[in-house]
């Protein structure tokens, strides 16, 4: 039997057509498509056309339904023993917090062709689509993409909050609704600015988008009081203030 390739696409964002022409031309040719829940997956009806395809939910909601990454390496690797084109369709980029590198192993471990699409990575994206560029001439020449999926001070959490309140540069958070009293409480201990300005975009790209501005004081109360929740970004910095003063 022929042996099939996977690849791993990175969806964008939200909005279909911010994915890329070359992860558009892997869906075209798939057999069998393992779609998350961010990216385009909901509207992969819409662009394409899925005649003969498999689309199967392999979603990972926050605190939700979850479909177990093993669970998914092994779908990978199955459909491809069958002699399928698998397309991972995954949100943002595969290699920003998608574990796509992971799920490279699990394919080179099965003896399998896996190759990747990159995609456009949420972090920056969202942001901008809410007119909050994460660096700029004169203003911040660095930025750091942080997970909140984890509080600070969590003895698995792999992110030192205070060096980030102490580097000067914009700090986009990423999955960390949760955890956002928690996350901007630390920095502010650490020395960032009360009133450094933030912002939050709520499923950035898509048609349901929403942005409120606060501080980093601020913010966590404004979150609350909005009721947002996943997925969303967040950004503290000077950056964030550009788009609501304008």
Not at 185 to 199: M, N, S
């Amino acid at each position: 039997m022929t042996t099939g390739h996977i690849t791993l696409v990175g969806g964008g964002p939200g909005a279909w057509d911010l994915l890329t022409i070359r992860g558009l031309r892997a869906l075209q040719a798939a057999d069998v498509i393992l779609a998350d829940h961010l990216g385009p997956a909901a509207e992969l009806g819409d662009f394409l056309d899925l005649t003969g395809k498999e689309v199967v939910d392999v979603a990972k909601l926050p605190y939700a339904k979850q479909v177990a990454q093993e669970r998914i390496n092994e779908m990978l690797v199955d459909y491809a023993r069958q002699g399928k084109h698998v397309v991972r369709l995954k949100g943002g980029d595969p290699y920003v917090f998608g574990r796509g590198f992971e799920e490279l192993q699990a394919c080179a471990a099965a003896g399998l062709e896996c190759s990747v699409v990159p995609g456009v990575t949420s972090a920056v994206s969202v942001p901008a689509a809410a007119g909050v560029p994460v660096t700029q001439r004169g203003v911040t020449h660095a930025f750091t993409v942080a997970s909140g999926h984890l509080p600070p001070g969590h003895e698995k959490s792999l992110v030192d909050w205070g060096a980030l309140a102490r580097a000067g540069g914009t700090i986009v958070v990423v999955m960390g609704v949760r955890n956002v009293r928690a996350i901007a409480e630390a920095l502010v201990e650490a020395g960032l600015d009360a009133a450094t300005p933030a912002a939050v975009i709520q499923e950035g790209e898509t048609n349901a988008q929403r942005v409120f501005f606060a501080t980093a004081g601020t913010l966590a109360d404004v979150m609350e009081a909005e009721g947002v929740g996943s997925p969303a970004v967040y950004v503290f910095g000077e950056v964030a203030g550009f788009a609501h003063a304008g």
